[in-house]
């Protein structure tokens, strides 16, 4: 069965940090674009970051740029997404995809929820 199970994410003061997991299971990742977004309720879906197949280039949306670093381990079939000086409007459910934003389709991973609060 193919799927994208995330782990990570919770509750975090702001300036902290937190890494967000997406584990491959049925597919390997290294063959796709994989894609970070995130989500606040009654906003569209914003894409986040992205780490392309091949050449591991990286983007990252201007709001998270210089604090969030994604990243993949292929031993572990696992994306990463290293969030750092987080920030109250950081808050939302954030997924992962083997899309990057702009694009459609993909596999998408079930969500995690990532609240930063005082």
């Known amino acids: 069965q193919v799927q994208l199970v995330q782990s990570g994410g919770g509750l975090v003061q702001p300036g902290g940090s937190l890494r967000l997991s997406c584990a491959g299971s049925?597919?390997?990742?290294?063959?796709?674009?994989m894609g970070w977004f995130r989500q606040v309720p009654g906003k569209e879906r914003e894409g986040i970051s992205c780490?392309?197949?091949?050449?591991?280039?990286?983007y990252y949306t201007d709001s998270v740029k210089g604090r969030f670093t994604i990243s993949r381990d292929s031993a572990k079939n696992t994306v990463y997404l290293q969030m750092s000086g987080l920030k109250l409007e950081d808050s939302a459910v954030y997924y992962c995809?083997?899309?990057?934003?702009?694009?459609?389709?993909?596999?998408w991973g079930q969500g995690t929820q990532v609240t930063v609060s005082s």
């Open positions: 995809a083997t899309v990057c934003p702009g694009y459609a389709g993909g596999y």
């Open positions: 049925g597919f390997t990742l290294d063959y796709y674009d």
């Open positions: 780490i392309s197949s091949g050449d591991d280039n990286t």
